[in-house]
C-alpha cells in the first residue's frame, strides 16, 4: 500500500470512529451512507477498531426489511486520562473514560506556587489518580494540564504571573516521571474546548468562555475552532484595562480586568472588612459563600464582582459579537449573586445588535471544565495516534 493509500485509509478510520463514538448506536449500513464509503471499505475499518477494542457489538437494531443490523458502540472504557486544572490556590485532578465521564477525582490546596512545590504536588495528584485507574486495555492514555498563563504551541509556559513562573517546561517534567504522553494548554483554552465538546457550548458554534478563578482568563470558539492566535497566545484579557490609573498588577500593568472581578479581587476586599466572622486562614471562596448566604454585606461584595465581570463581558461583546457567553471556573460557583449584575451591565451597555441572538450561561461542567477540557485533548491525542501505528 503506497504512503498516499496508507493516509486516506488512516483519515477513513478516523472518521469511522469518530462518527462511532459522537453518534453511536449505528449499523455498518449506516456508516457506509454517512460517510459515502463503501460497505466493503466500513466492514474492513469496523473489524481493524473491533480488534483494537475501540468499538464494539450489541444487540440487533431495526430492520428495514431483510436481517436485523449489528450496531457498533464506541467502547469508552477501553482506555482513560488524566486531566488536571492547575489553579493558583489549588490543584483539581480527574480520571476520566474515553468519552469524558470522571470515574475519579482528587483536590488539594496549594499554598506555595514555587515550580518545584507545584511540581511535587501535582505528582502526588497524578499518582493519586493512577492508583484509581480500572483495568482496561489501554490503561492511562495521556495527561493533559490547563494551566493560568501564556503556553506557546511548543508546551512551554512562558509566562503565568500569577504562579510567579517565566520560561518553564512543565511538559518534559511529567512526561519524564510518568513515561505517558502530557500536552500543557492554557486553562481558559482547555475551560472552553471542555465546555464545548461536553457542556454548555454543544449546540453553539461561536463561543466566548470566561474563566474567572484567581485570575480571569478568555478562550475563543470561532467557527466551532479554538482560536489561539498567532503563537497561541490570544485570550489574555484578564489583563484588559478597564481602569485607568487603577491597582497594579503582576503582569507590570495597571488597572487590569482581573483586579476587580475575580476571586482574588473578591477575597481581598473581604480581608479589608472590619467584621468579616472568618479568620484569615478560613477564608477562602467557598466559606465566602456561605457567609454571603445569610449576611448582606459579603453578599454585596459578589455583586459588586458580578458588575465588573459585566463590564469586561460587555467590551468582549461588542468587539466579537459572539452567540454564546460561558462564565466558567471557580467564581461561577457565586452565580447567584454575580449573573444578575452581569446582564444589567449587557442590557444597559453593550450595543443593542449584539444583544440579539447571545446567549449568556454559566459552566455546564462547573469547576470541572478545565481539566475535562485537557483529559479530552490528551484522548483525542491518544485515538490519533493509536489509529496512525496501525
Excluded at 4 to 15: D, G, H, I, P, R
Excluded at 126 to 142: C, E, M, Q, R
Excluded at 167 to 189: G, M, T, W
Excluded at 324 to 339: D, P, V
Aim: contains cysteine; glycine residues 10%.
Amino acid at each position: 500500500m503506497s504512503w498516499n493509500q496508507q493516509l486516506v485509509k488512516l483519515n477513513n478510520k478516523s472518521l469511522v470512529l469518530k462518527m462511532i463514538k459522537d453518534e453511536g448506536p449505528l449499523s455498518r449500513a449506516e456508516i457506509s451512507q454517512r460517510l459515502g464509503l463503501t460497505k466493503g471499505t466500513v466492514s474492513s475499518l469496523v473489524n481493524e477498531l473491533l480488534n483494537e477494542s475501540l468499538c464494539y457489538e450489541t444487540g440487533p437494531g431495526e430492520s428495514s426489511g431483510g436481517r436485523r443490523p449489528v450496531m457498533l458502540l464506541f467502547n469508552q472504557s477501553s482506555g482513560y486520562s488524566i486531566g488536571i486544572d492547575l489553579g493558583v490556590n489549588y490543584i483539581l485532578g480527574v480520571l476520566s473514560d474515553l468519552n469524558g465521564k470522571i470515574v475519579s477525582e482528587k483536590k488539594i490546596r496549594l499554598y506555595s506556587t514555587t515550580f518545584d512545590e507545584t511540581v511535587t504536588s501535582l505528582k502526588k495528584v497524578i499518582n493519586d489518580l493512577l492508583s484509581n485507574v480500572p483495568d482496561s486495555k489501554y490503561g492511562v492514555v495521556g495527561i493533559g494540564i490547563g494551566v493560568p498563563g501564556i503556553v506557546n504551541k511548543q508546551s512551554e509556559i512562558l509566562l503565568a504571573p500569577n504562579l510567579g513562573w517565566k520560561h518553564v517546561h512543565l511538559k518534559e517534567e511529567i512526561e519524564k516521571e510518568f513515561q505517558l504522553p502530557a500536552i500543557i494548554e492554557n486553562e481558559a483554552n482547555a475551560g472552553a474546548y471542555g465546555e464545548k465538546v461536553l457542556g454548555a457550548g454543544q449546540n453553539y458554534e461561536d463561543i466566548i468562555y470566561v474563566s474567572a478563578g484567581i485570575g480571569i482568563g478568555v478562550g475563543f470558539i470561532l467557527n466551532n475552532e479554538l482560536y489561539r492566535g498567532k503563537n497561541g497566545f490570544s485570550g489574555e484579557l484578564g489583563h484588559m484595562i478597564i481602569e485607568v490609573n487603577g491597582k497594579t498588577c503582576s503582569c507590570g500593568s495597571s488597572g487590569c480586568w482581573e483586579l476587580y472581578a475575580s476571586e482574588r479581587a473578591l477575597l481581598t476586599e473581604a480581608k479589608r472588612l472590619p467584621f468579616l466572622p472568618l479568620k484569615e486562614e478560613e477564608l477562602t471562596l467557598e466559606s465566602l459563600i456561605e457567609v454571603a448566604n445569610t449576611n448582606e454585606e459579603i453578599a454585596h461584595y459578589f455583586k459588586q464582582v458580578g458588575h465588573y465581570l459585566g463590564i469586561g463581558i460587555n467590551n468582549i461583546i461588542n468587539t466579537f459579537n459572539p452567540e454564546q457567553i460561558i462564565i466558567g471556573n471557580r467564581l461561577a460557583m457565586a452565580k447567584k449573586w454575580i449573573e444578575e449584575p452581569v446582564r444589567q451591565v449587557v442590557v444597559k451597555y453593550t450595543l443593542k445588535q449584539h444583544q440579539t441572538d447571545l446567549t449568556i450561561t454559566f459552566a455546564e461542567l462547573s469547576v470541572y471544565s478545565t481539566a475535562l477540557g485537557v483529559s479530552a485533548y490528551a484522548t483525542e491525542n491518544f485515538l490519533r495516534s493509536d489509529l496512525l501505528q496501525q
